[in-house]
């Protein structure tokens, strides 16, 4: 069961194992863009390409869908980035649903558990691997590992890490699970701490804070949905950035100032600079500070919002 990208390298793994894949559930088409074309999970896409069987219940709840399950009997359900599953569901099979979880369990329990890491300045995170429960990512646990973050490194470079040891890691729990060898840890719900869903709301770039916390919430939310400012009333995604200095500035946050070069953009936080690196204009194609300052001349005093 899985919907995203990060899903996908964990079916692969598990196609190449041992195991028999009985078959794939998945999130409905939705809608989407301006033609709002259905588009498929990159799951789906790539469960269909192979030819397994998959399944895509609006309603995780409903008798058909559960039915399907049962006929399929299945000896385990392996659960990456997927949706919330009712008992009726987790329950089901003999030997349990493991879930894939893109963090050190309990910290950043929830759904954007990678983008959370980097934006709060984390300096490594982890996969947990561990059996459902009625209460989200609260599980005992099967297996944990550590990964270190690059200081520059984005959601994107992140995730894509994660994606591929994750993978092996699921394929080595479900193997663990089957030779009855597995050795389980509570989690201590007094360290839990939360990855909410990002929303709009959480990526608009704030001047006023420190240019080392503006940059970490860049490197959080790219390649997407990206961190953004307002420049002459239109969005502007910033996608990669530097922090300079660290002198605190009262006022004029979101300002730009002089460059060391030409071809540079630097704004004022409230702590600090920040050096654009790459940016991207609304309904314009991703470009670098260079490109953006030819085509737009930022000058000194202009505001970003």
């Not at 995203?4 to 559930?25: D, M, N, R, W, Y």
């Not at 929830?110 to 599980?139: L, M």
């Not at 239109?234 to 605190?248: D, F, N, P």
């Amino acid at each position: 069961m899985g919907t995203p990208q990060f899903a996908v390298p964990s079916l692969k793994k598990l196609l190449e194992s041992k195991h028999s894949i009985e078959g794939v559930v998945t999130v409905p088409d939705k809608p989407q863009g301006r033609g709002q074309k259905l588009s498929e999970s990159p799951v789906k896409i790539f469960a269909i390409g192979l030819g397994l069987k998959v399944l895509t219940p609006e309603n995780l709840n409903d008798e058909n869908f559960i039915r399907s399950l049962k006929e399929m009997n299945p000896d385990l359900i392996a659960v990456v980035a997927f949706r919330i599953l009712p008992e009726e569901v987790f329950s089901l099979p003999p030997q349990g649903t493991i879930n894939l979880h893109a963090s050190l369990l309990p910290k950043y329990r929830g759904a954007a558990p990678i983008n959370w890491a980097i934006i709060n300045g984390e300096t490594k995170t982890g996969i947990t691997t561990f059996y459902i429960r009625k209460k989200v990512d609260t599980g005992d646990m099967i297996l944990q590992r550590e990964i270190a973050i690059g200081p520059d490194e984005t959601f994107g470079e992140l995730h894509e890490r994660m994606a591929n040891l994750g993978a092996e890691m699921l394929v080595e729990t479900i193997d663990m699970a089957e030779r009855g060898e597995v050795q389980l840890l509570k989690q201590d719900d007094s360290l839990a701490t939360r990855a909410p869903k990002i929303t709009p709301e959480h990526c608009r770039i704030d001047w006023s804070k420190k240019a080392r916390e503006i940059t970490n919430l860049i490197r959080g939310l790219s390649p997407t949905p990206g961190a953004y400012t307002i420049f002459r009333g239109r969005s502007l995604k910033v996608l990669r950035a530097e922090a300079i200095g660290e002198t605190v500035h009262p006022e004029n946050f979101g300002e730009a100032v002089e460059p060391d070069k030409p071809e540079s953009v630097r704004i004022r936080t409230g702590c600090g600079f920040l050096n654009l690196l790459e940016v991207q204009p609304e309904s314009k194609k991703k470009m670098s500070a260079e490109e953006f300052q030819r085509g737009y001349r930022v000058k000194p005093g202009e505001k970003l919002e």
